[in-house]
């Protein structure tokens, strides 16, 4: 089993620039790749940027050159620094661990509000 936790969410102006952080516990080997995805009321969830545990990267076209993930491998965490942030890119946004093959894990999800 694995447990996610995310902190770093909150309100913000447009423009502005939030860091959210991710702590993964448990059965960590097991990991494949972990990211982020984000919600909005009425929206399917949707993937916003993972990172591989070989550490390649891949982003939504949405937020590419706005956005970087990062893990820290000692300390069990992965990153998402948000910049120039959108009104659009308000959404629940949700950590995630994936086995590799036929499970995710879920943290319990971080609000984003991006307004002025």
């Known amino acids: 089993q694995v447990q996610l936790v995310e902190s770093g969410g909150g309100l913000v102006q447009p423009g502005g620039s939030l860091r959210l952080s991710c702590a993964a516990s448990?059965?960590?080997?097991?990991?494949?790749?972990m990211g982020w995805y984000r919600q909005a009321p009425g929206k399917e969830r949707e993937l916003v940027a993972v990172?591989?545990?070989?550490?390649?990267?891949d982003y939504a076209d949405s937020v590419k050159d706005r956005f970087t993930i990062s893990r820290d491998n000692a300390k069990n965490t992965v990153s998402l620094q948000m910049n120039s942030l959108k009104p659009e890119d308000t959404a629940v946004y949700y950590c995630?661990?994936?086995?590799?093959?036929?499970?995710?894990?879920w943290g319990q999800g971080t609000q984003v509000t991006v307004s002025s």
């Open positions: 995630n661990a994936y086995n590799g093959w036929n499970y995710d894990y």
């Open positions: 448990g059965s960590i080997s097991t990991i494949y790749r």
């Open positions: 990172i591989t545990n070989g550490g390649r990267t």
